[in-house]
């Protein structure tokens, strides 16, 4: 049997909405192998962002049981759940994310700042990953001064500098054209390939079927392989 | 997170809002220059007080006489015509007899003359009479006893009977001043100065210091010679300067006195007489040409302990008494003088400073209103950080050293104004003394300000929660 990375069951997550409760999530069980490329497919308010920031460790749950990388989540204490964060899971969001007025390399080796590393050594630790995607002429830059298609190539270097277990997108290719969409796509291929687990949240099929594996989110439920 | 890391992060968020820090700090800038300034003016008026003190030995006692005012219908006083005596007394009709009403015992009343031991005193203080005595002792002046009465001039024997039973003095001297016409060197017509008669030590005593010749001597005092010596103010309006007044003559009241000494420049003096402008001569001299009998001498006294100083007066009063026992001396310590005019500079500082810790919160809360602002602004980025792995900490940090970063710099800033500022508020006639104390304690307010006022924008920054943060617009 193949170790999990992700393993949750019966997660159950409810809003508050002018008294009335919300279940956003109901009883999900879900899980991830080590080295699978998962898509979570699902329409918009189906719950699949929800997912993922508690995937992420970004947000709680009502109950049920999370353990990322055998870590029990739902024990975890926010102060555990930062260094989660920071050394098991890589982030790449719809609009990137990156901080305005940093460079890419300030960007790309934050998470290692924020691990304690010096900026000499952070710099040497992401170089790889930087010749890797093509950034090396771009590091001086600021991210206004990227294409989108640069920009989630920074934020994916972000991600994958830290070396985590698990690689979080939310819809990767939402801001960008087809061409620069494929592009990153193709790369998520290649860092598959390598060996990087990756779960993807998309509400585009098409996008979906890049992954080796897709999984349904509709109304809270979560329903195992469309295709 | 390492610390030099978030240093760096402060630094580079900071050189790219130039603008929105050198606003945010306008509050500290003025707070910080206000504090310096102050300080500065404080300090100022500090040593403006020691220069118009520096003719005064610290342990100074200058004692002197007045007598109380007695024409016509007066209230505590004797002499001449009618005349109330002090609170707590009968109504005393000078010159006549009055036996008061009940309780009190009969005291031949004073007239003019020099008291005795319990002269002029009418005690009595029952009755209706005591209250009504009381009311005008307290409205007029008065303890009680006639006081100043009589005619008294101290003498160079007051003097010595100080200098010898008064334990715990290094000096005495006796001195005056009278108004006279002066006239020689370049003056065309009279003028009148201000002519002090003193004793040889006078000048050691009052820190005068010589520019030409020497001060009066032993001998000019025994001998009543005509001698001199100028203020040198004095000696430049009469003679243009002072060298050309040196061994001059100089007519007071017709006669002439050669000038033995010019002094050296004074300065404004708060207390004593103001050398600049005078004239002084030899003690004696004076009495025999220019004034007689008739002058209020001071005496000086120098303690040679400053600790011991209410002791001697206490003493001074006391050897003062056994010769002029209704006689109440005005008795004033330069010590004293100095400082209540160093504190009454003092409180005028602290509510100086009082004022620029009020726009050091006003400062304070510009710039939390800024990094509120500013935490709002970049609720995405602290979204960002928390995800990647940013801790509570980190982010608190952040935000605090920034607010702190930004109130050095308004606090360097205003140090510079204060700089820049003093010599135009010098032109005010304003003596300022800029100081590094100042400029640490301006810098230390900054720092205290920042700090306080950043921390609650720092906390909230870092209390946000990551999945918020980011789905902020």
Redesign the interface.
């Known amino acids: 049997m193949s170790e999990q990375i992700i393993s949750m069951q019966g997660i159950c997550k409810s809003y508050q909405m002018g008294g009335e409760t919300l279940n956003v999530l109901k009883s999900v069980d879900f899980s991830v192998n080590k080295g699978e490329f998962t898509a979570i497919l699902g329409p918009s308010g189906s719950g699949k962002s929800t997912l993922m920031n508690i995937i992420g460790c970004m947000d709680s749950f009502d109950s049920g049981t999370y353990l990322l990388n055998g870590i029990p989540i739902h024990e975890a204490k926010e102060r555990d759940l930062v260094k989660i964060r920071n050394e098991q899971i890589g982030f790449i969001f719809q609009n990137y994310h990156l901080i305005p007025t940093y460079t890419v390399m300030q960007n790309i080796i934050m998470p290692l700042l924020m691990r304690g590393e010096d900026r000499k050594t952070a710099e040497k630790e992401c170089q790889e990953v930087v010749e890797m995607l093509g950034l090396a002429e771009r590091l001086q830059h600021k991210p206004s001064e990227l294409s989108g298609g640069q920009r989630q190539r920074v934020a994916i270097a972000r991600a994958l500098c830290s070396k985590p277990s698990l690689l979080l997108a939310d819809e990767p290719t939402g801001a960008l054209d087809q061409n620069s969409g494929a592009e990153v796509l193709r790369l998520f291929t290649k860092l598959h390939e390598m060996g990087n687990t990756i779960v993807m949240i998309t509400h585009d099929l098409n996008v979906a079927k890049w992954a080796e594996r897709t999984v349904r989110i509709v109304d809270g439920e979560v329903f195992e392989d469309a295709g | 997170?390492?610390f030099?890391?978030i240093l760096?992060l402060v630094r580079?968020?900071l050189t790219?809002n130039k603008f929105k820090v050198l606003l945010t700090s306008i509050g500290i800038i003025v707070g910080a220059a206000t504090i310096v300034i102050v300080i500065a003016i404080g300090r100022g008026g500090k040593a403006d007080v020691a220069e118009q003190f520096r003719n005064l030995n610290a342990g100074a006692i200058d004692i002197s006489y007045e007598q109380a005012q007695s024409s016509g219908f007066s209230f505590g006083g004797g002499g001449e015509g009618m005349s109330f005596p002090g609170g707590g007394n009968m109504p005393d009709f000078s010159g006549g007899n009055f036996t008061p009403p009940s309780g009190g015992d009969f005291i031949p009343p004073s007239g003019g003359e020099r008291p005795e031991r319990g002269s002029g005193e009418i005690s009595g203080r029952s009755g209706f009479f005591s209250g009504f005595g009381e009311m005008f002792g307290g409205m007029f002046g008065g303890d009680g006893e006639t006081k100043n009465t009589q005619k008294i001039t101290l003498t160079t024997d007051d003097m010595d009977d100080l200098a010898t039973y008064v334990p715990g003095l290094s000096e005495t001297t006796i001195s005056y001043t009278t108004k006279q016409d002066i006239y020689g060197g370049n003056i065309e017509e009279t003028e009148s100065y201000t002519v002090a008669g003193t004793l040889s030590d006078y000048a050691d005593l009052s820190n005068l210091s010589l520019l030409f010749g020497e001060y009066l001597t032993d001998a000019d005092n025994e001998n009543k010679s005509k001698v001199c010596v100028l203020g040198y103010s004095a000696a430049k309006a009469i003679f243009g300067s002072p060298e050309d007044a040196y061994d001059s003559l100089v007519y007071i009241d017709d006669r002439p006195y050669t000038v033995a000494g010019v002094l050296a420049e004074q300065g404004t003096v708060e207390a004593g007489i103001s050398a600049d402008e005078a004239i002084f001569i030899p003690y004696a001299t004076g009495i025999k040409y220019l004034t007689g009998s008739d002058i209020s001498p001071t005496i000086t006294v120098i303690a040679a302990d400053v600790n011991d100083i209410q002791t001697v007066i206490e003493n001074v009063k006391a050897v003062l008494a056994s010769s002029y026992p209704d006689a109440e001396f005005t008795i004033s310590d330069a010590g004293s003088k100095m400082e209540a005019a160093n504190k009454s500079n003092e409180t005028l500082t602290l509510m100086l400073i009082a004022m620029a810790s009020i726009v050091f919160v006003i400062g304070g809360i510009g710039i939390m209103n800024v990094l509120f602002v500013s935490v709002k602004e970049r609720t995405?980025?602290i979204?960002?950080?928390?995800?990647?792995?940013?801790?509570?900490k980190?982010i608190l940090l952040e935000f605090l050293l920034e607010a702190c970063c930004i109130s050095m710099i308004g606090g360097v800033l205003g140090v510079l104004v204060s700089f820049l500022v003093s010599p135009v508020i010098s032109t005010f006639s304003i003596r300022m003394e800029m100081s590094v104390t100042g400029a640490v304690l301006a810098l230390c307010f900054s720092l205290v300000t920042g700090t306080v006022f950043g921390f609650y924008p720092a906390w909230k920054a870092s209390k946000l929660?990551?999945?918020e943060a980011?789905a902020s617009e």
Do not use: F, Y
């Open positions: 997170m390492r030099s890391e760096h580079l968020n790219q995405k980025e979204g960002i950080l928390k995800a990647i792995g940013g801790s509570r980190d929660v990551p999945v980011l």
